[in-house]
C-alpha cells in the first residue's frame, strides 16, 4: 500500500492516520498494521507529525544553550550509559534535574540490570506498551525485541492485541503476569506461583519493579 499526501489541508487527516490509536472512525490509521506500506509526504502534508513539530521528542537534538550544569551533567550521563542517547521520556524529565536523576537510574537498573534475560524484558515492555497504546515505547522496543530473539509472529500478536502462541514456558508467564497486572491490578495466585517457580523471588521482585515503573 502506498499512501500519498500532499498540501496543508491533509495535515490532520496524516497526523490521525500515522499516530492516534488505530480506530475505524479513523480508516486511514489501519495503515498502521499493514506490513508493507509506504506513506510519500511533502512538506505541508507532514507539518503537524510529531517528528516535524516536536522533533526534540522523537530524536536528537543538541539542547547544551538552554541546559543548566546540573541537566547537562545527567544528560551526559544517561548518554555515557547502556542507553547511549537522550530520547523519548528522558528529555520530559530533565526538566526536573532531581527526578530525571532518581527516574534514569531505576529505569536503567529494570531494563539493563535485572536478573531477568533481555529478550524477557523487552517482551515484558511491548505488553506494557501495547496495553496503554505507548507508540514511542512499542516503536522503540520492537526492534530490541526482535534483535534479542522474540518471535516475530509472537511480536505481532501482542501488536494485534491477540494472545500470542508461546515458544517457551518463560514467555506465557510474563505475558499473563504483565497482563493481569495492568488489566486487573493485580496477579492472581496462580501467575504469582509459577512466576516465582520459573524466575526465582529474587527475578520477581525485578519483574514486578520493571512493571510497575513501566506504568509511569
Known sequence: IILMAWGKN??????????????VKVPASLIQSHHNATIVLDTDSSSLLTQISHPWQVGEQTLDDEMTTTQKKIRDEIVAGPRGKLQGP????????????????????????TS??????????????????AEFEWYAHKKIGLEAGLD???????RQRRVPSFNTESEK????????????H???????????????????????????????
Open 173 to 184: 508467564i510474563i505475558y499473563e503476569f504483565a497482563t493481569q497486572l495492568h488489566r486487573d
Open 90 to 113: 528522558l528529555r520530559v524529565w530533565l526538566t526536573s534535574p532531581n527526578l530525571a536523576d532518581k527516574a534514569q537510574r531505576l529505569g536503567q537498573f529494570c531494563r539493563y540490570e
Open 186 to 216: 493485580r496477579v492472581n495466585d496462580e501467575t504469582y506461583a509459577a512466576a516465582v517457580k520459573e524466575f526465582g523471588a529474587v527475578s520477581y521482585t525485578h519483574l514486578r519493579a520493571h512493571e510497575t515503573k513501566a506504568n509511569l
Open 10 to 23: 491533509k495535515s490532520n487527516a496524516i497526523k490521525k492516520a500515522v499516530e492516534v490509536r488505530q480506530n
Open 152 to 158: 516475530p509472529d509472537l511480536v505481532e500478536a501482542i
Open 116 to 133: 531477568l534475560p533481555t529478550h524477557l524484558s523487552e517482551l515484558a515492555i511491548l505488553i506494557t506498551g501495547r496495553f496503554w497504546g
